[in-house]
């Protein structure tokens, strides 16, 4: 019995044994992990790197408008952020002895004595300061308003000594207004003299504009430090570093799926691109600009942009 018992056993291990031979083997796959990007391309064209200085608007051009008589104001013809023009009448005055006099005029005809002095602004310009107005007593030579000649509005740049290669005469920039307004200039000059706390020299910057602006105006002005024609710009968020900054790179697609590290040389920073020095990209050529933190040498990817 027990004999039957263990050939029994023996064929069910051989039955066992022949149904697994005659099934075929299925190995289960992972399936590969992608991570969502997009891709953007190289541009070849210009890029400049700027380099910002505070400057504060003036005019250099003041006309101090002065009595040139002892009297009373008449009337006053202008305020305060008027725009005249030369000839233009600024104050009447008259003297205390024309204000006397003129009571006898009514009880004798040939009695023309005034006493009155009309005030006409020297030159066109803006008016930045009024400091008499209707009813004042003025004394002579006394200042009655200052006249700023518009053609003479500048920005003064503050420029330190260390750095006035990039402010020579004659060169470009870029004023940025407190209200994001950006106006062209030129350096048209400089002057003689350096703060002696700051160690900064003052250059003067003429706008190109026609517009009307306040003086002790607080901007910054841009000139460019360095600047190349017609090379490699892409997306500053398209290169990525080691810690130390010493090494950078690109992911590059080689394919819809797989993407793979490209070592470069990186040139000119402006805003958010930057300058590839080494190697060349063709316009074909895809680059990842987001997704690409931490991706490994090679990776698989899915481009989630059309």
Request: net charge negative; hydrophobic share 30%; proline share 3%.
């Given at each position: 019995m027990s004999y039957t018992r263990t050939l029994l056993a023996i064929a069910l291990l051989l039955n066992l044994i022949g149904c697994n031979?005659?099934?075929?083997?299925?190995?289960?796959?992972?399936?590969?992990?992608?991570?969502?990007?997009?891709?953007?391309?190289?541009e070849n064209t210009s890029i400049s790197e700027m380099i910002?200085?505070?400057?504060?608007?003036?005019?250099?051009?003041?006309?101090?408008?002065?009595?040139?008589?002892?009297?009373?104001?008449?009337?006053?013809?202008?305020?305060?952020g008027d725009i005249v023009q030369a000839g233009k009448p600024l104050y009447a005055i008259k003297t205390k002895e024309g204000d006397v006099l003129s009571k006898f005029a009514p009880k004798d005809t040939s009695f023309n004595f005034t006493g009155k002095l009309t005030i006409v602004a020297p030159t066109s310009g803006i008016v930045i300061e009024a400091t008499k107005?209707?009813?004042?007593?003025?004394?002579?030579?006394?200042?009655?308003?200052?006249?700023?000649?518009?053609?003479s509005f500048v920005f003064l740049l503050n420029v330190p000594f260390e750095q006035n290669k990039y402010a020579s005469p004659g060169r470009s920039c870029t004023i940025l207004l407190p209200d994001s307004t950006i106006l062209k200039g030129t350096i048209s000059g400089k002057l003689s003299t350096?703060?002696?706390v700051s160690q900064t020299q003052s250059y003067i910057v003429k706008p190109l504009t026609s517009a009307i602006l306040p003086e002790n105006l607080s901007v910054l002005v841009l000139i460019s430090k360095n600047s190349k024609e017609n090379t490699q710009v892409i997306d500053k968020?398209?290169?990525?570093?080691?810690?130390?900054?010493?090494?950078?790179?690109?992911?590059k697609l080689i394919n819809?799926?797989?993407?793979?590290?490209?070592?470069?040389?990186?040139?000119?920073?402006?805003?958010n691109k930057i300058e590839i020095l080494s190697p060349?990209?063709?316009?074909?050529?895809?680059?990842?600009?987001?997704g690409n933190y931490g991706l490994s040498d090679t990776a698989f990817v899915n481009i989630i942009q059309p």
């Open positions: 031979n005659s099934s075929p083997t299925k190995t289960e796959e992972t399936p590969g992990v992608s991570t969502p990007i997009t891709v953007t391309a190289i910002s200085f505070n400057a504060v608007s003036q005019y250099q051009r003041k006309n101090m408008v002065k009595s040139t008589i002892n009297g009373y104001i008449e009337k006053s013809f202008v305020n305060q107005q209707t009813n004042d007593y003025v004394s002579d030579g006394e200042q009655l308003c200052v006249i700023a000649a518009q053609s350096v703060d002696p968020s398209c290169v990525l570093s080691d810690e130390t900054m010493d090494n950078f790179w690109v992911m819809d799926t797989t993407a793979v590290k490209v070592h470069i040389k990186t040139g000119i920073t402006a805003g060349t990209f063709t316009q074909r050529d895809r680059l990842i600009n987001s």
